[in-house]
């Protein structure tokens, strides 16, 4: 498929996140410590979900597939662009440049539905709890993250599809710290009038359908907690949607103002500087949100470190 692309451009040169030289080594150990936390912190809550049975419900089964996507999604561009902030050749291939274009969105994409997916499971647990074990079963699990995975591979292929039918000619400065589909659509030195439409199409749907769903999910949820007499019981009910709303501010938030801020002239600096906190701070955030904030979690992280502990230690 790359084969058949007419691109006079065989390599891109990433601009990163800065061009000021001071500032490439302490963001070099910046990113570097926020890539190990976001590393050891997601695979820590997969394992942790997958060892502990009481964590074996669809809350947590959701919750590990956020982690496992976060994971990957970082690992995408993280670790060329700590390259990038030592290296003075910040170059990328052209099939490199497209693989990730395409992983970077099919993982951003799936988090977003997972987000989605979450609001639900929430929505069914405090609205109708009788029936949640019935109605959030573990087919319904694994359909409904299906579900979401094939929504952000549909999207990438779409996207990447597109990518590959246009011609680079000269140009090949991406003005970004990877290979995303603003920046590249403006080298381009064909008409990129059908991958506009794409991305109005697609990128709607993909803010469109998660925003509707968790706004109305979390409308029925706020009026049910309303009607909770004790205090006690809409703190505890409120308690277990606090970490979900958390993570969804910081995503869509972040990724919000960095389309809107792409769409106004002479503001990449401060698109790049607002993907960081959805591309790097949000993986790296979302497993201390929920575990710090999640009572279960903390049990059972509590009772492996005791285990460790007894068996390594003693």
């Given at each position: 498929m790359l084969a058949q692309n007419d691109s006079l451009v065989t390599e891109f040169i990433l601009a990163g996140l800065t061009d000021r030289p001071e500032l490439q080594r302490p963001l070099f150990a910046l990113f570097l410590v926020m890539y190990i936390i976001t590393v050891v912190g997601n695979i820590g809550l997969i394992i942790l979900i997958v060892f502990n049975s009481h964590l074996h419900t669809p809350m947590y089964y959701f919750l590990f597939n956020l982690s496992f996507i976060d994971l990957w999604?970082?690992?995408?561009?993280?670790?060329?662009?700590?390259?990038?902030?030592?290296?003075?050749?910040?170059?990328?291939?052209?099939?490199?440049?497209?693989?990730?274009?395409?992983?970077?969105?099919?993982?951003?994409?799936?988090?977003?539905?997972?987000?989605?997916?979450?609001?639900?499971?929430?929505?069914?647990?405090?609205?109708?709890?009788?029936?949640?074990?019935?109605?959030?079963?573990?087919?319904?699990?694994?359909?409904?993250?299906?579900?979401?995975?094939?929504?952000?591979?549909?999207?990438?292929?779409?996207?990447?599809?597109?990518?590959?039918?246009?011609?680079?000619?000269?140009?090949n400065v991406v003005n970004h710290y990877f290979c995303d589909i603003l920046p590249l659509l403006q080298l381009s030195c064909t008409s990129t009038y059908v991958n506009d439409i794409v991305v109005l199409i697609v990128v709607g749907i993909n803010i469109t359908v998660p925003s509707v769903t968790i706004l109305i999910s979390y409308v029925f949820i706020i009026r049910n907690i309303l009607h909770i007499k004790s205090t006690q019981g809409r703190s505890k009910a409120f308690s277990t949607c606090s970490s979900h709303i958390a993570a969804i501010s910081l995503f869509f938030g972040s990724a919000a103002f960095m389309y809107l801020?792409?769409?106004?002239?002479?503001?990449?600096?401060?698109?790049?500087?607002?993907?960081?906190?959805?591309?790097?701070?949000?993986?790296?955030?979302?497993?201390?949100?929920?575990?710090?904030?999640?009572?279960?979690?903390?049990?059972?992280?509590?009772?492996?470190?005791?285990?460790?502990?007894?068996?390594?230690l003693l």
């Open positions: 999604y970082s690992t995408v561009f993280t670790p060329k662009m700590l390259v990038n902030f030592v290296s003075k050749h910040n170059v990328v291939s052209y099939a490199g440049c497209m693989a990730q274009l395409f992983f970077f969105l099919f993982f951003v994409v799936s988090e977003c539905y997972m987000l989605t997916s979450m609001a639900y499971d929430r929505y069914v647990a405090i609205c109708n709890p009788l029936l949640y074990k019935v109605v959030m079963s573990p087919q319904v699990c694994f359909f409904i993250s299906l579900a979401a995975y094939a929504m952000g591979f549909a999207s990438a292929t779409a996207h990447t599809g597109c990518m590959l039918r246009l011609t680079f000619c000269s140009a801020k792409y769409s106004s002239p002479g503001s990449n600096e401060q698109g790049k500087v607002a993907s960081v906190f959805y591309t790097n701070v949000g993986p790296m955030l979302n497993p201390l949100i929920y575990s710090l904030r999640n009572k279960d979690v903390k049990v059972a992280l509590e009772k492996a470190l005791n285990q460790i502990q007894r068996k390594y």
